[in-house]
């Protein structure tokens, strides 16, 4: 830049700011004042953040602001009015039986967007996202039910949950036959042989499915019944059909009779609200495999 | 600034651009300012002068249908039945929707927002294109809150001189009285202003009510407020200075503009050179030239921004027309032909100096190009709307599981669809699954009609949200994956709408 020199441009009649480069110059127009006070008054805008909101940090803490607002409460203050808004649909799912609940389309698309959100908190932990199930825990989308599909049965074992130490909760256990010496290793291998006949699976070459027979007869109808179709009554699985909770592996089916099945559904009840309960009912129950 | 600069090229010196005139007047003429040069500028007050005219009554017009609709459009009643709105142009937050008149627009159809934003950049090109800054000088919000502003000015303080005067005198009780009752109109016109505005986003009668009952949502009194004081300012104390300072569109207008366009022009061919009645008569009788300007600043004092048009194109005019009217009064007085400024170009000026014949070439590359995409843009839009169905279908197939096995080894899908009605009644449909051998397929907690079909209805206007389950019977294993359509049909009506999506097997 060279010397500074503030000059009238002829061709505009303008000064320049004196500004020079490579001999071109710089028109000076003034900016208006009013801009300028706009600038002051922003920053004097800013010091009204300071004591409204939340802002100096100090040794322990920060200044808290005369609104004493704080996003933690604004968070609060956002879920107290969802729930006032939701209150009177909450109230009628509170009061309605769970049959009413079924029947009543606007009711139904309330408590299932509610068992959705309860369902994503409290369950997908173990039944998967969609109640798609993994090993060992059930998948709630299919037709097969431990404990039965009907609204009412859902309701009891989510309700008072599945050998969770609940007297009204489902009991009944698949006993250890191998680790407590019930059956022998040749005879549990030909039961499971037997049980994956049932289903119509493929079993080994030179399978004692005879052998199988009799310890499924001796052993196994007592719970699972004579055909195999299972018994809801204790949460004994049927085993001729697709399902299989656990695998239908040999090698998975021969872990179970050795070692026993015992899976926790935890009692909710106490736990969920009663309304939460109901929702979780129906929701569970419309994902595909609900029972009349 | 620069634009003004190159602009102003082509005239003499004398005609300084009215910014220029912002700086200290006295340094124009040659010498190096003493000490620093200011940096900010103090405003400079304008007042207006009344004026008459074609162009006057144009914006008088203008004025007129623009405020009118403004603040009476929310008042229009459409029918549309029980299960809408009954006002014809409202936008309905709450509810998600926009009405205007015949037309109701979701939120999902916001790009007939994004063509009409187009559609408007294209049509203010192509004014600009035709005869400049149209839109600055007649159409402008700005201009036209500040021409009522300027009317209200003159009626309560008096025209130009008698307001000029009357400021510089002592200010006596009377001075007072005129300003506050000045600002307490204005103010009444900025509350209008904002209460129309809050109109538009509620049931007007209704609002006006609840508004004047003090039974409106705090919103309404918090947006009018806000109106109010925008207005008040922009149009009462802003005035020229968002167009010199804060709008946008004379920098870009000044980058689109070319040669042909018409712009309010001092024809200087005619003008110079300039000087009075009396002298001009004595430079005449001795055979020296003489132009038709008379130097009474006529053209200045109407200006609404300030300007000086004889200084050529400029940044601060925008072309309103008011000093045509002003310099036509005057030459119509001398018996001169009017028309010393119009709408010309700087084209023609040359033209006539040249002793060519001056042309207006409307036609050109831009206005035609302008004009096409208008076109196509426009009959996008009257088509998409005019063919638009009024109902839609829309699938989340479940992500968890992807397929179900059930307990004969059938396998099952799950789908979250959602219906779209978009009539004003209820309507029942039925959805159907193409494109696998043997399904069956179930909506969660719809009972089944007579025939066994199960039938969705949808409330007018509203969309429904159904639990599907797709069950394949075939014997053989589907792919991992099969195309299906879903086909929404209205029983009543017949119309279908359609959605393609996926069935998952093992594979």
Known sequence: MAEDRKEIDALTGTATTGHEWDGLRELNTPLPRWWLWLFYITIVWSVGYWIVYPAWPLLTNSTQGVFGYHTRTALLEDLDALKQQRGPMMDKLAGASLAEIASDPQLLDFARAQGRVAFADNCAPCHGAGGGGAKGYPNLNDDEWLWGGKLSDIEQTIRFGARAGDSKGRAGAMPAFGRDNLLKPNEISAVADFVRSLSGLATEPGANLTLGKKVYADNCAVCHGPDGKGNREMGSPNLTDKIWMYGSDKLTIVQGIENGRGAVMPNWGGRLSEPTIKALTVYVHTLGGGEK | MTAQATMSLEQPASGAPALAQLVTEAEVGGAPPEGDIPLYAARRNIYPQSVHGTFRNIKWAVLAVTLGIYYLLPFVRWDRGPNAPSQ?????????????????????????????????????????????????????????????????????????????????????????????????????????????????????????????????????????????????????????????????????????????????????????????????????????????????????????????????????????????????????????????????????????????????????????????????????????????????????????????????????????????????????????????????????????????????????????????????????????????????????????????????GPG
């Open chain 2, 88 to 504: 014809a142009v409202l936008i309905d937050f709450p509810n998600r929707r926009f009405y205007f008149f015949f037309i109701e627009i979701w939120p999902q159809e916001i790009y007939y927002l994004t063509g009409l934003l187009i559609l408007a950049a294209l049509v203010l090109f192509l004014m600009n294109a035709v005869a400049g800054r149209i839109w600055c000088g007649y159409l402008c919000p700005q201009t036209v809150w500040t021409d009522l502003f300027f009317a209200i000015e003159r009626f309560v303080e008096g025209d130009r001189r008698e307001h000029m005067q009357r400021d510089a005198r002592k200010w006596t009780a009377g001075t007072y009285a005129r300003k506050g009752l000045k600002h307490f109109l204005w103010l009444m016109v900025a509350w209008w202003t904002g209460g129309a505005w809050v109109l538009y986003f509620s049931d007007a009668p209704t609002l006006v009510k609840d508004l004047a009952t003090g039974q409106a949502p705090f919103i309404a009194y918090v947006w009018i407020g806000i109106l109010t004081v925008t207005t008040y300012s922009l149009a009462g104390h802003m005035r020229e200075q968002v167009c010199l300072y804060m709008c946008p569109w004379p920098r870009i207008q000044a980058a689109l503009t070319d040669e042909y366009a018409l712009n309010v022009t001092y024809r200087y061919d005619r003008g110079e050179p300039r000087c009075s009645v009396k002298k001009g008569e004595q430079l005449r009788a001795q055979g020296q030239p003489v132009g038709d300007c008379i130097d009474c600043l006529q053209c200045v004092h109407v200006c609404p921004t300030g300007v000086d048009i004889r200084g050529g194109a400029n940044l601060g005019c925008i072309q309103c027309g008011l000093c045509i009217d002003a310099c036509d009064a005057i030459m119509s007085k001398l018996g001169r032909p009017t028309g010393l400024i119009a709408y010309d170009t700087d084209l023609n000026i040359k033209q006539r100096i040249e002793g060519k014949t001056p042309f207006y070439k409307l036609v050109r590359m831009r206005t035609a190009l302008y004009a096409g995409i208008i076109a196509v843009v426009g009959g996008i839009m009257i088509y998409t709307l005019a063919t638009r169905d009024s109902e839609g279908i829309s699938i989340i197939h479940d992500r968890n599981p992807m397929y179900v096995r059930l307990s004969d080894g059938a396998l099952r899908n799950g789908y979250t669809i959602r219906i779209v009605n978009k009539r004003l009644k209820y309507r029942d449909f039925i959805v159907s699954v193409d494109g696998l051998p043997s399904t069956l397929i179930d909506f969660v907690g719809l009972p089944p009609r007579a025939d066994g079909r199960q039938l969705i209805t949808v409330g007018p206007d509203q969309t429904k949200e159904v639990r599907v389950v797709v069950t394949d019977y075939s014997a053989t294993p589907p792919p991992p994956s099969t195309s299906i359509l879903f086909k929404l049909i209205d029983i009543d009506s017949g119309e279908t709408a359609e959605m393609r999506d996926h069935f998952f």
